[in-house]
């Protein structure tokens, strides 16, 4: 199995950037799609993006597409978040999440994180 651990978050002002990381533990990435949630203060942890095996194809959730940027480095086992125009709604815990598939990345992801806080101020 893969473990992620997170890395990156912070405050930050409104149109701002940060990027995020999320390095693995045990199995090589390669194996696994990966992907990244979500989750503010009283509400539900949402799909934000996700990225396949290769890295060739990558998915983002509507409130995030054009300003959100996913890749991976397989080589380094580490997955990246790269968030631009950041906004004030944009602050919540987010969680690097591993899956077998896409689709199951984006749906059931088979391995979480354990989060890191992303706070934008206006």
């Known amino acids: 199995q893969v473990q992620p651990v997170e890395s990156g978050g912070g405050l930050v002002q409104a149109g701002g950037s940060l990027r995020l990381s999320c390095a693995a533990s045990?199995?090589?990435?390669?194996?696994?799609?990966m992907g990244w949630f979500r989750q503010a203060p009283g509400k539900e942890r949402e799909f934000v993006a996700a990225v396949s095996k290769s890295g060739g194809i990558t998915s983002y959730a509507d409130s995030v597409k054009g300003r959100f940027t996913i890749s991976r480095d397989n080589a380094k086992n580490t997955v990246y978040l790269q968030m631009e125009s950041l906004k004030p709604e944009d602050t919540a815990v987010y969680f690097c999440?591993?899956?077998?598939?896409?689709?199951?990345?984006?749906?059931?992801?088979?391995?979480w994180g354990q989060g890191t806080q992303v706070t934008v101020s206006s």
């Open positions: 999440a591993g899956g077998i598939t896409t689709m199951v990345v984006k749906t059931t992801p088979n391995y």
């Open positions: 045990g199995r090589t990435i390669s194996s696994y799609a």
